[in-house]
T-cell receptor
Framework: KNEVEQSPQNLTAQEGEFITINCSYSVGISALHWLQQHPGGGIVSLFM???GKKKHGRLIATINIQEKHSSLHITASHPRDSAVYIC??????????FGEGTQLTVNP | EAGVVQSPRYKIIEKKQPVAFWCNPISGHNTLYWYLQNLGQGPELLIR????????DSQLPKDRFSAERLKGVDSTLKIQPAELGDSAVYLC???????????FGQGTRLTVV
């Protein structure tokens, strides 16, 4: 069992839909990251969370430390949101452990 | 402020040849990471530096991979000799001691033919 598990692995949505990507982890963490990766591109950090909820534009990230679970929400999705979304947790020291990513495709 | 800079962006080499990747982290960031990312998978840590010291290299295949971070700033990752299975994206990231957020470079996409 991976330390970080994401669901779903693949997600296809229509433009305008509300999207949720989930991340569960099995270790104690100091921080959780949500990252975005476009094809052929590098990784962009969307959020870093240690508790509660953060919002940036149409993106919302929440974390429940007790349940070891985080969600990334996209409101009013757009085709340009199509990318791989990766959850990563920072446990002991500075090591980041990554989930396998969720491939999101938003169709016009 | 410039982000993490990696070069080259793309590299195609024949198997058994050597290859090197370069990373310039964000200024002032003491922690530098090299990750390998295979298609459709999340990144996997190869090596982590705190300043010039490699503090976590347990996942680095030391028979063919090597890395250095002279003066605790720029870093190079080398593969010699490259194998077909080394084809992947190699990502560099850096973070400050004072913050836990890591910033990533654009990656180097290696294709071994």
């Amino acid at each position: 069992k991976n330390e970080v598990e994401q669901s779903p692995q693949n997600l296809t949505a229509q433009e305008g839909e509300f999207i949720t990507i989930n991340c569960s982890y099995s270790v104690g963490i100091s921080a959780l990251h949500w990252l975005q990766q476009h094809p052929g591109g590098g990784i962009v950090s969307l959020f870093m969370l240690s508790s509660g909820k953060k919002k940036h534009g149409r993106l919302i990230a929440t974390i429940n430390i007790q349940e070891k679970h985080s969600s990334l929400h996209i409101t009013a999705s757009h085709p340009r949101d199509s990318a791989v979304y990766i959850c990563a947790v920072k446990a002991s020291g500075s090591r980041l452990t990554f989930g396998e990513g969720t491939q999101l495709t938003v169709n016009p | 402020e410039a982000g993490v800079v990696q070069s080259p962006r793309y590299k195609i080499i024949e198997k058994k040849q050597p290859v090197a990747f370069w990373c310039n982290p964000i200024s002032g960031h003491n922690t530098l990471y090299w990750y390998l990312q295979n298609l459709g998978q999340g990144p996997e840590l190869l090596i982590r530096y705190e300043n010039e010291e490699a503090v976590d290299d347990s996942q680095l295949p030391k028979d063919r991979f090597s890395a250095e971070r002279l003066k605790g700033v720029d870093s190079t990752l080398k593969i010699q000799p490259a194998e077909l299975g080394d084809s992947a994206v190699y990502l560099c990231a850096s973070s400050s001691d004072r913050h836990t957020e890591a910033f990533f470079g654009q990656g180097t996409r290696l294709t071994v033919v």
